[in-house]
């Protein structure tokens, strides 16, 4: 039998952004009794296997009154291969404009396999010579830092400062790769309730970042997950919603808010590009059809129909998820308070919305200490020092409430502080216990 | 507005593969109301919209049944993030051993979100640094070709010969390369039915083929979209089912199996990686992990729905798609030489099986000439050109059988026989009128 010498394959399959992913599995797959604070899954309550059906007849049904399709087309637009942007451009397109006030063209919108798939189209379409560079803020979500391993992009941290992203650090760091002959052609950045900071910038900030793109001629790449998991109050708005020059490209998934087994995200990208009649959404089309030719209609099917039975709103379609997360988030926030506010060295912060809470402790919480705290007291979270691109993270954790039901939070919670308290008080050695 | 500059984008983007799909898509668009011999799409009179929940069901009750899942596993299976590798590579194997000899475990299957993903996996992971290069049987599929540009792997092109593969052409082109200091990987081949040629090898050729991959060290894809769909008589084993010392990697698509708007593929890739517990395929999951996550379970259930249904074979599942496929080529080999047998210079291949004939002509028939044909006779094709890597193809047209029914066959054979006619007897001038 032959082998093969890991040093013939891509050096991403070496990196960490790639091997943690599947440590934190690893880890996941022996507690499978513990509570586990590290997914950022969404709650799985509200899903039963008839609304699949449901969504499909409710496309089918929209396919043949709104676009006049005969029974062989509709047959057809589920089966066939299709549009390589989609089928249903113009659906996300309204949901834009409903929920996020985004004016966005179907022409410019991409629907893509999750997310993930749109970070590579773009980055891929980026990274043309090796002075190409991304800049990513810092701690960043790891499917970026992917992403980007895999188009052989570096990634340049950015500091996230206490307002998501510290726009003095990003000029200084665009002016340095310009200086080392590098090319910075974007941002990353996750402006409501980041993954995995679960921080947020004011509206303000938000401007003022359209600003700083301006002046160092850099896009955004503004990804959106968790923006509609917010509380009653004020939401800012969307870079992309302020955005009159093309400065944004914007990232979107339909996992949490619709379901995750779908697979379907997408990404509105209207930046012209000179000397061609079409725009950047048709370039990123092109490297779309040499990757998943196009996404499943089927799943694109699933997802339309959910927003046409809310009038094409997915704010209104997550009613229940958006109170869900709510109480979830409020109930770990005040659930770490009554037990661990009086500890000291202990902190964390209080996001708003979204599914993550960062908790800081005088104490390394990484992955030796995670495998401890799954065995030893049957709780997950995340090291904090896996979405550092540089030094970072050693002395953070990142708690998920997206999945968790109340009793499981209060069970998780006393595990947890259990756990820290620990770790606290036998400082540098739990493991080797 | 911004603009962005087209020579900031990847080269790939303006590669004739990227760019010869968008091309044929949109003369296809133009002329919709031609027959079109041009894709290689699956015959759709026997899907309907009732079966893709009867799949879904029926998969569910495989994971109630089979796998003792309560209702919450069976949902959060369909709904939620699942495994990188996907849900159905049991099945999957299942199907291998069944349909093709083909003995593989189910944990050297990742499924993917079709074959193209599966492709883009595979040489991303083989392209370590810019001395690894593919070699590709010429003229090749344009998704491999694609595949290769948006991971900057160069493909050598190796001579294709009477069937299927030149082995000679191929140690001399791995000679070249190596001499040139690059290193080649693999070769990628479609040993039956070959997409564009139709062409496939004879079970001695696979042998020997075997015996050059070892020889030169290099890996075989074999990719087998169209094997099933071969005449009543011997059909000569695949390549991995003869593969005994892990040569093969192997793609696998069920677009035209079960159907294109899964997006389901699969590869099975069990090569030991040195100095690891695990096999190429956990290589390629890594991968996958940071392009689309996982294929959409959702998308996995139909494929396995549809195998289920018939317990576990896709040749018992394809009996009467098979005989569809089999009726069509007979008739498109039939009418073509009724309508062209006399005319000198033009001849054809002669398949058994598959979707595809190449007609040769004694004319040019490239892109100026399809957009005539689609115009002046409303019909189309695919000029072989496109699937050349060096020169070739100049002069010969590809036909696809596989999406028409009989009376549309004879009326596109009719109208391209008038338009090859034209063609011949004005050489040159065609276009121009």
């Given at each position: 039998?032959?082998e093969l010498d ?10 960490p ?9 690893e ?37 043949r ?6 029974e ?11 549009r390589?942007?989609g ?5 996300v397109a309204?949901?834009?404009?409903a ?8 022409d410019?919108?991409?629907?893509t ?9 773009v980055?891929?379409?980026l ?5 190409d560079?991304v ?17 052989d ?33 974007a ?30 001629d850099i ?8 923006g ?24 979107g998934?339909f996992?949490?808010?619709?379901l995750p087994?779908?697979?379907v ?22 490297i779309?059809?040499?990757i998943t030719?196009?996404?499943?209609p ?6 339309a129909?959910?927003l046409?039975?809310?009038?094409g ?14 109480r ?7 659930g ?10 202990v ?13 800081t402790?005088p ?25 550092y691109?540089g030094?970072?993270?050693?002395h ?13 939070i209060e069970?998780?919670l006393?595990?947890?502080a ?13 493991c080797?216990?």
């Open positions: 039998m032959i890991p040093a013939s394959l891509h050096p991403a399959l070496t990196d952004a790639l091997t943690a992913m599947n440590f934190l599995n880890v996941a797959s022996c507690y499978p009794d513990a509570v586990s604070f590290a997914p950022g899954r969404p709650f799985e309550e509200f899903w039963d296997v008839a609304q699949i059906p449901r969504y499909l007849e409710r496309f089918c049904e929209h396919l009154k709104d676009r006049g399709m005969d062989a087309a509709v047959v057809r637009t589920l089966h066939q291969y299709g390589t942007k089928v249903i451009a113009d659906i309204r949901h834009l404009g929920d996020e006030g985004i004016t966005a063209a179907p410019a919108v991409v629907v396999v999750g997310c993930q798939e749109a970070m590579v189209l980055l891929r379409a990274r043309a010579t090796d002075r560079v800049l990513a803020v810092d701690p960043t979500y790891v499917g970026l830092t992917g992403a980007a391993r895999l188009v992009m570096p990634v340049l941290p950015v500091a996230s400062g206490a307002e998501g992203v510290d726009r003095e650090d990003l000029a200084r760091c665009v002016a340095e790769a310009r200086a080392a002959g590098l090319r910075p052609r941002l990353y950045v996750m402006p409501d309730f980041a993954n995995p900071t679960g921080l947020s910038m004011p509206e303000e900030g938000r401007r003022a970042l359209l600003e700083t793109a301006e002046r160092e896009l955004l790449l503004e990804d959106n997950p968790y509609l998991f917010c509380g009653a109050a004020e939401r800012p708005p969307t870079l992309k919603a302020l955005d009159t020059t093309g400065r944004v490209v914007y990232l998934s996992a949490k808010t619709v087994g779908a697979r995200g997408y990404v509105v990208a209207d930046q012209r590009v000179r000397g061609s009649a079409g725009i950047f959404a048709d370039e990123l089309a092109k779309k059809s040499m030719v196009n996404t499943s089927i799943s694109q099917a699933i997802v129909g959910r046409l039975e809310n009038d709103s997915l704010d209104l379609a997550n009613t229940a998820e958006r109170h869900q997360y709510q979830n988030l409020s109930q770990l926030i005040d770490l308070g009554r037990r661990l506010g009086s500890v000291p060295g902190s964390w912060n209080q996001p708003r919305g979204g599914f993550f809470v960062v908790v402790v104490v390394a919480v990484g992955d030796a200490e995670l495998e401890y705290s799954g065995r030893a007291h049957g709780v997950l979270w995340t090291p904090m020092r896996h979405f691109g030094a970072g993270g050693e953070q954790l990142r708690l998920s409430c997206s999945s968790l039901d109340g009793d499981r069970q998780g006393d595990r947890l259990a756990f820290l308290i620990e770790a606290i008080t036998s400082a540098g050695g739990i080797e216990r």
